[in-house]
Nanobody, 119 residues
Framework: VQLVESGGGLVQPGESLRLSCAASGFTFSSYHMSWYRQAPGKERELVARITSIGDFTDYADSVKGRFTISRDNAKNTVYLQMNSLKPEDTALYYC?????????????WGQGTQVTVSS
């Protein structure tokens, strides 16, 4: 099982980035997908999530209207389009796959991709 994030980098405030998370080793279309982030000294927080078939999305209040999560089940990939980036968006961004099953959930994590917003 692998979740490989990419697309992070250093940008200036107001700019955009698109993160990608490529999945392999499991049935991607059966899993809800999420993006989390963790800034230095802070707890990991949920940024956005999308259901397995992409019919519902949810966002943290801090990113609503600026970030968009999407997925392509044919490519086993989930995306996070981040617009109007702010310095407080600086964090390590992680991809998460979750499937609820009787007896417990199964979830996988990627290694993360760094996003730094600074002038």
């Amino acid at each position: 099982v692998q979740l490989v994030e990419s697309g992070g980098g250093l940008v200036q405030p107001g700019e955009s980035l698109r993160l990608s998370c490529a999945a392999s080793g499991f049935t991607f279309s059966s899993y809800h997908m999420s993006w989390y982030r963790q800034a230095p000294g802070k707890e990991r927080e949920l940024v956005a999530r999308i259901t397995s078939i992409g019919d519902f999305t949810d966002y943290a209040d801090s990113v609503k209207g600026r970030f968009t999560i999407s997925r392509d089940n044919a490519k086993n990939t989930v995306y996070l389009q981040m617009n109007s980036l702010k310095p407080e968006d600086t964090a390590l961004y992680y991809c998460n796959a979750l499937r609820s099953r009787l007896g417990g959930a199964i979830q996988y994590w990627g290694q993360g991709t760094q996003v730094t917003v600074s002038s």
